[in-house]
């Protein structure tokens, strides 16, 4: 234990040593790959993250997804993102400054009356639609509303053909680089094996002596 733990009463003037660090907790809208790719329109989720680091100096910054630790560590900051979080924030689905139907402006009218996700407007009730009155998009309430309707089932039906035409030109992928290399294989020359040397048995031997012997011994009669 360090001297700076303030757990370690065996040290004397023990501090903190996270009386110096500035931390927050705080939601960001964190892209779900997976449902995206599922649904063919972008689907966002709600995650906390704890921004934390040492008062004057930003270049030892972390931003990473709130764990446990970060919330008994940063008790007083975790503490007072619980009480002034509330519901308002951006719901799971599809934000609506990714609907191309909507300007800026839109958007950010939206966002002031509380909608800020296209799921959010096309379950919107019809007494909660009247708020949008007649400025968000130039359309009458329930006409906005079933253009949301419109945009997620049209998502929704084109998820399933684009993923089957994703999933074809995988296999298509696959079956080009297995033909390119079976052919590569085929276009490459056999090696030729080394020829092996042989190896005389003791009888083989003992035959090729004799042989050479009776040769040596014929050779001389006819000199003599």
Known sequence: MLASDVNNPGFAGAHDPDAVMIARFYVRAVKNNFKSAAEARPIFENKIYCEYYPAGSTLLKMDIPARDDHKQRFSKQWEYFQRTQNSDGMQNG??????????????ENLKGIKFHTVDQIAAASDSMIQIFGMGIAGLAPHVFRAR???????????ALPQKQAEDIEALKKQVADLT??????????????????????????????????????????KVT
């Not at 309707?149 to 049209?154: D, I, K, N, P």
């Not at 390119?180 to 190896?199: D, F, G, H, I």
């Open 148 to 158: 949301a309707q419109a945009y997620l089932s049209a998502a929704k039906d084109t």
């Open 180 to 221: 390119a290399l079976l052919t590569k294989a085929a276009s490459e020359p056999e090696p030729v094996a080394a020829p092996t040397k042989r190896v005389w048995t003791a009888e083989e031997k003992a035959a090729a002596g004799a042989r050479l012997k009776k040769a040596r011994e014929a050779k001389q009669a």
């Open 94 to 107: 599809t934000p609506i400054d990714q609907w191309p139907l909507l300007t800026p402006a839109d958007v």
